[in-house]
């Protein structure tokens, strides 16, 4: 009797257990996605029942709330640092850093369900770890209007967060709480690949999943030659074979598709740029904002799961290949500080679109584009996915930086940067930076007026430096993350986002009719000095007209003038 009853016994159990994990996308046919509450016990509920799954939380966020972590291992084994010596390949993936783009975090929690109940199976040398949701502040934040572009779900969260700053461009500057538990998150969990899930604007076309995929240049060494020649073209496939056929990202909304189009360049602000600072390879799945929301989710279940069959399969290669360029990195001498597009060259994709044209608007009256649906086609185009490095520079032996500017020896620390202290006062040669010319933005972006085209000169100087300044020593794993952010010239370096814009003013200087007597004085002792004044009042007729410029280029080559003054506090010993 009892053997009889066994198996109906485990059938009620398991019916149970599983009408106690559909999800709200689920109950409600695909038309909602999970609340911010809602996922949070989804997973905990799920963590409380199963050994394989795992719940933490890391730091907070600008809403208050903990940043959540959801790990999975087959075999219960939740340590980092075993999972290295084991060779499993990491996977983190990040959801709802725009909870207006909610795909990710429903088809992750659809995932880790059927994994923890088998109906989906997990490769044994992968380990999964999920941010259930990023924006935490933007979740709590729901509306039904914000993302006009898209179709569904019902309801959903707001692009900014409890700061209103967009995640996707903090991940540089911190300003938020919650890119420092990231980083908490990320380098605790030195992951092999990341996967940022996003929903797309832009172009329409007939792909439900298209994928941004940081270029190999930019990644660099034996794990961005292996990313582009095996590993991307390895989840195109698997994609294909589960009928979601996938295209790179489309970088562009009304253009000639015949003319192809440029990968999208991801400086380290965006999470796929930061996560090639560190040897990662990085993903941004974008599905397509006008197919249905239930379409979406099931394309990236599909993409999760080839991207944890593709890391099974290459494993040993992916940790052999990652671990040879953060090596490389340590003895790498050169740098790019940017990137251009190679126009030279391109890969041949397959594009799947829809004849565009023009009709009249009924908002204006005007021409306006549409995408006829009737009219899909077919095409091999042109994919510029090739990137040359730019303003190369030569990686000092240290880097020096006066205590004064600790927030960023904070945010190299928070990054695994390893930082030492002067024991005592010392005098030491370096190469000073001066800011010699900049622009800044007029408009404010992130909560910051950002400097570019920066004009440097270069000086050796013996400058004093105290016990306790700090001192980092080239040579580690974050070399490229060193460089790119303490080089002014750098796309996302700490000056392109004024971090030391204190040095950008002036703190002393002089009334004119007093600096008058002490200049023509210092004049007389310096020649020198008033043969350059002479010639450049020759050269220069405005300068020549102008009795303040004159006396301003004294004050400013004379001892009285501070040396602080646009020198640039950061400094390189060679």
Known sequence: MKKSLAPCFVFVISFVHAQNLVTPFEKSKGNETATYTECINYYNKLAASNTTIAVKTFGSSDAG???????????????????????????????????????????????????????????????LAIIPIYNIGGSLNRNSFSRVNQNGPNSFGFRGNAQNLDLNRDFIKNDSKEAKAFAGIFHWLEPDIFMDNHVSDGADYQHTMTLLTT?????????????????????????????????????????????????????????????????????????????PFADRVHSTYALIQVMMEQASKFAKEIKQKRRASIEAIKHQSIFPLTWKVDSTKNDLITFLGYED???????????????????????????YNYYIGDKLINKPKAYIIPQGWYAVADLLQLNKVKVQRLQKDSMIEVEAYRINNYKTSPRAYEKHYRHSDVLLSKSKQAIQFLKGDYVIYTGQATDRFLVETLEPEADDSYFSWNFFDAILQQKEGYSDYRWEDI?????????????????????????????????????????????AHLRYPVYRVN
């Open 65 to 127: 709330y903990p940043l959540h972590l959801v790990l999975y291992a087959g075999d219960s084994n939740f340590n980092p640092a075993q999972w290295q010596q084991q060779n499993k390949v990491v996977i983190l993936v990040n959801n709802g850093i725009h909870p207006g783009e909610p795909d990710g975090i429903d088809a992750s929690m659809l995932l880790l369900r059927d994994l923890v109940t088998g109906k989906t199976k997990a490769p044994s040398n992968v380990v």
């Open 215 to 291: 270029q190999q240049s930019k990644l660099g060494g034996e794990i961005g030659i292996f990313l582009h020649d095996v590993f991307e073209p390895a989840l195109f496939k698997g994609m294909e074979e589960r009928k979601w056929p996938m295209c790179p990202y489309v970088n562009f909304e009304e253009a000639n598709p015949d003319k192809g189009w440029n990968a999208f360049y991801d400086p380290p602000r965006y999470s796929s740029g930061y996560a090639a600072l560190f040897q990662t390879m990085a993903f941004v799945p974008e599905t397509h904002m006008l197919k």
């Open 357 to 383: 044209g023009k009709k009249k608007s009924g908002v204006t009256g005007m021409d306006r584009l549409f995408y006829d649906h009737s009219k899909p086609f077919t095409k091999q185009v042109r994919f």
């Open 519 to 563: 200049a023509a004085t210092y004049l007389n002792e310096h020649p020198e000095l008033r043969a350059r004044l002479e010639e450049k009042k020759k050269a220069d007729t405005n300068f020549a007209a102008s009795s303040p410029a004159q006396l301003d280029f004294v004050y400013k080559n004379s001892p009285y003038y501070e040396p």
